[in-house]
């Protein structure tokens, strides 16, 4: 009975730390990957791309798409990030899926970049970043929730030139 309960609360806390570590909480087509992994995680993108993360010393965490048989840097490497998630999420409701690469920069910073593919072109472009201290959500409706450590959140809207206005 006591290997069973400690079982449980083993399993309960490598859940919870998994959970932590999350900078974009809620998505389902999501993958990130720590700093000094050897492996090399990819999502399929809904426009046909997929999004490959990968680690190199002295580079860091890299971001790299694949489309049309090409390979290439879809951002700057993070070199001294802990980890990277990145996801695919119509943020905006405009109808358009944009690619969020999330960082975790230190134990209490975590930063954002939304990226949007522009009419007619093929390329995704930044449209806004944005700085946490712990995690972001995307509840779906054109607004993103902020968290601190605490696990409190504030609520602000993504506006059309990609600021955020609290609410």
């Not at 993958?31 to 990968?54: F, H, M, R, W, Y």
């Amino acid at each position: 009975m006591k290997i069973l309960l400690s079982l449980s609360i083993l399993l309960l806390v490598v859940f919870k730390v998994s959970l932590g570590q999350e900078i974009i909480k809620g998505m389902t087509n999501t993958v990130s990957l720590v700093k000094k992994s050897a492996k090399l995680p990819s999502i399929k993108n809904k426009d046909g791309s997929t999004i490959v993360l990968s680690y190199k010393e002295p580079d860091g965490l890299k971001v790299m798409m694949g489309k049309n048989g090409k390979n290439f840097p879809f951002c700057d490497p993070y070199p001294n990030a802990l980890m990277v998630q990145v996801a695919e999420f119509d943020v905006d409701g405009d109808g358009k899926q944009e690619i969020l690469v999330g960082a975790r920069t230190s134990t209490e910073t975590v930063e954002i970049k939304i990226y949007k593919k522009p009419e007619f072109e093929t390329l995704y472009k930044q449209w806004t970043a944005f700085t946490g201290v712990q995690s972001f959500e995307f509840p779906g409706d054109g607004n993103v929730k902020l968290y601190d450590m605490k696990g409190k959140s504030g609520l602000f809207k993504v506006m059309a030139d990609g600021q955020l206005n609290e609410l």
